[in-house]
């Protein structure tokens, strides 16, 4: 969806070209991340995990955004103290965590600093490779850190302007359909 603002054809989801050609592309994306593990030099564990990790911290702070706009938008405000908490807690735990896996000093913690150790060292191909994986480790958490604060802002706004009254509280749920399997009696 987002990549039809640069070209109109992308934006439409119904479009099976689209479809192919965006999912070629994350799919390759994430594919070129298996190869890179499977090339480093010092075993992939080294260059994965730690995207691991923080893409999944990161996924659960856009699903207590999620979960605390559905509460603001179903007029629940009094319950997002449910969601907010553990929504506060993770954001300052893993953005500040992702800060020092970039950035920190260390060469043992952070990716940069691992980058240019290893350029002080003797060059080799193999040199070259941990070099490029640790960059790029750093730019996609860097990005990855990026967008979750635009959704966590983006969500803040939300709620403010639908707690002042900015903007009204609507909500799509799908009605509510019995299904044969489970009896209302049951």
């Not at 054809?9 to 099976?16: D, E, I, K, N």
């Not at 480093?40 to 080294?46: E, F, H, K, S, T």
């Not at 070259?128 to 960059?135: G, M, P």
């Not at 750093?138 to 635009?150: K, P, S, Y």
Request: net charge positive.
């Amino acid at each position: 969806d987002a990549l039809g603002h640069i070209w109109r054809p992308l934006g439409r989801t119904s479009s099976y070209p689209s479809i192919f050609a965006t999912s070629a592309l994350i799919v390759g994306a994430w594919g070129y991340f298996l190869w890179q593990g499977v090339r480093d030099p010092l075993g992939g564990i080294n260059s994965l995990w730690p995207l691991f990790g923080i893409s999944n911290q990161l996924l659960a702070v856009v699903a207590f955004c999620v979960t605390t706009t559905i509460l603001v938008k179903m007029k629940r405000a009094r319950y997002i103290w449910v969601t907010l908490a553990p929504l506060l807690l993770l954001v300052s735990v893993t953005f500040l965590a992702s800060y020092h896996k970039i950035m920190d000093a260390n060469p043992r913690i952070g990716f940069l600093a691992h980058a240019r150790s290893l350029a002080a060292n003797a060059a080799s191909r193999e040199t070259a490779q941990l070099i490029f994986n640790d960059r790029i480790d750093a730019l996609l958490t860097g990005i990855l850190v990026f967008l979750v604060a635009l959704i966590v802002a983006e969500s803040a706004r939300e709620w403010m302007r639908v707690l002042s009254g900015r903007k009204s509280a609507v909500t799509h749920e799908a009605p509510f359909i019995r299904t044969r399997f489970v009896s209302e009696a049951a």
